[in-house]
């Protein structure tokens, strides 16, 4: 038998190729022999004997949530009575018949004939409902939803950037959904925040549950420094405003530029006093000052669906400007997009493949990659020996190419607490000047300070008038070096990797029934 030289490779990869189990197996026998009848039945009874079935499985639950407690992850189950889950697969079966008849004739359903609908549905598959839920006068409960973070989450999220990131993907087994929450760390990696795996289709209630548990896990993800970047489904809009509502809801410039596509056309944005024309060159405003101007000098000239649509969302939740002018000390590090967390939905696909089998182990999946994540990710950081992360590093670059003191007009004045200092550019119409503030003191060994022209706030760096300061010299305790953020440094990113912290997922569905069978024989001898 194959399957036990496979089961590790199945456990960490539980969708892979043929041509994957053929090369793994090389060592083992010939190539002629590894037919593909073969690979295929050891790999389907190597997921069975690591996954099992989801019938058999949920009776296992609390089981999985006890181990998986028991190496320092949080884990919480919610479950639900026959009438919610009823109610729920309600919601499901419509939502379906709603899409499949916009996509064939782009035909709605009334009130009267939604009603209708279900009822019929109903009774068309009682025979079914019943064997899957049991009669009415059952009480029982069912396995809802799971909500989880990894063991090392709590003491990291505290000390990541202040922007985070959130989406929520269907799951290829059953209906479920998997909301999912990131964080940046000082490498600009992905870093787990928090997850639930719900059944049922992305909406309100689910992502209300989910904002419930995060903030509870996470208190400092409710505070007014903190961005969360999403897309612009209106059940996470309101999420967020009821469970988060000291952060701010930043919508993704992404799916906005794409919406205002779809609503007022003009695609390539080039066409001027477009929707999307506009809404570009809003976004690079550094200040608010700029941003208004912007307004004056376009919106008279825009065409009034366009302008409506462009004005129906605060310029605080799509505006990098608006949004750090709204909070003092708010920084948007270079990002509008939620494009990373969509990559980390890629990245999770193992976990969201039919070979999953159920929720319980596509959570187990889950927290075993992040572990492996926060392990290589962890042993990078202590490995690296430069003030800066590989990120910062390339921050670093872009920041100091090409300034040159020679290229500016700078004052510096010293007061008791830092340093005012005026830098205007030479030779150029505009003159564009910046008021730079730099404290005596610094901030977990960094000098950054603020500027007026909005670049150090927007795009988290130092901008090219505090850069000229440094380079000129005229501060003697400023460097390049220490003048970056402590949010690129390696001593920050070693915070959030810390050495002492536990990073373990090796919990299987196979190994929880021998444990439970093992207990249940000793219990019996006993």
Not at 67 to 72: A, K, M, P, R, W
Not at 259 to 277: E, V, W
Not at 452 to 464: I, K, M
Not at 498 to 508: C, E, G, L, M
Request: net charge neutral; hydrophobic share 35%.
């Amino acid at each position: 038998m194959l399957v036990p030289l496979i089961l590790g490779l199945i456990a960490d990869n539980p969708g892979c190729t043929n041509k994957t189990l053929r090369g793994f197996l090389k060592p083992y026998g010939k190539e002629y022999a590894l037919t593909e009848s073969v690979l295929q039945e050891s790999r389907t009874a190597a997921r069975n004997q690591l996954f099992g079935s989801a019938d058999i499985n949920v009776m296992y639950h609390r089981s999985v949530r006890d181990e998986l407690t028991s190496l320092g992850h949080i884990v919480e189950m919610k479950y639900t009575t026959r009438r919610e889950t009823m109610k729920n697969i309600e919601v499901i079966v419509l939502a379906e018949e709603l899409l499949r008849r916009k996509h064939t004739d782009n035909s709605t359903m009334t009130r009267e004939e939604r009603s209708q609908f279900i009822t019929k549905w109903k009774t068309d598959h009682r025979d079914l409902l019943i064997d899957q839920l049991g009669p009415k006068d059952l009480n029982v409960k069912f396995l809802d939803g799971i909500f989880f973070t990894p063991s090392f989450s709590q003491g990291t999220v505290p000390e990541l950037q202040r922007l985070f990131m959130a989406d929520a993907c269907h799951l290829n087994f059953g209906k479920y959904t998997l909301y999912s929450c990131y964080g940046i760390s000082a490498n600009a990696n992905m870093f787990p925040v928090g997850f639930a795996i719900i059944f049922g289709n992305e909406n309100l209630l689910g992502w209300k549950a989910f904002w419930q548990f995060v903030t509870k896990i996470h208190p400092c993800i409710n505070e007014t420094d903190v961005t969360i970047v999403t897309d612009q489904d209106k059940g996470l809009e309101t999420a967020i405003e009821e469970e988060v509502s000291n952060a701010v809801n930043f919508h993704c410039s992404y799916h906005r530029s794409q919406n205002i596509i779809k609503m007022c056309s003009a695609k390539s944005g080039n066409r001027i006093y477009s929707a999307l024309y506009v809404y570009k060159r809003l976004l690079q405003c550094r200040t608010m000052e700029q941003l208004q101007k912007e307004k004056d000098k376009n919106f008279e000239f825009m065409h009034k669906s366009d302008l409506h649509y462009l004005t129906s969302l605060n310029d605080h939740a799509q505006y990098p400007a608006a949004r750090c002018a709204r909070t003092p000390g708010t920084y948007m590090y270079h990002r509008t997009s939620s494009a990373a967390v969509e990559s980390m939905n890629a990245a999770n696909r193992e976990m969201r493949a039919k070979t999953a089998v159920d929720p319980l182990n596509a959570c187990i999946l889950l927290l075993r990659m992040e572990c492996k994540r926060f392990t290589k990710l962890r042993r990078l950081a202590l490995e690296t020996d430069t003030d800066l992360t590989p990120r910062g590093i390339v921050e670093f670059n872009e920041v100091f190419a090409e300034i040159s003191a020679y290229d500016f007009s700078i004052t510096v004045a010293e007061d008791r607490y830092g340093y005012q200092c005026t830098v205007v550019r030479n030779l150029q119409k505009s003159r564009v000047w910046g008021k730079v503030t730099i404290c005596k003191e610094p901030l977990r060994g960094s000098f950054f300070g603020k500027c007026t022209c909005g670049v150090d706030t927007r795009d988290a760096v130092p901008c090219e008038h505090m850069a000229a300061v440094v380079v000129s010299s005229r501060i003697p305790q400023l460097t390049r070096e220490n003048i970056m953020p402590y949010w690129w440094r390696t001593d920050q990113w070693r915070l959030q990797y810390p050495d002492d912290v536990t990073a373990i997922s090796n919990v299987s569905i196979e190994w929880i029934f021998c444990g439970v069978l093992l207990i249940g024989s000793l219990a019996t001898n006993l």
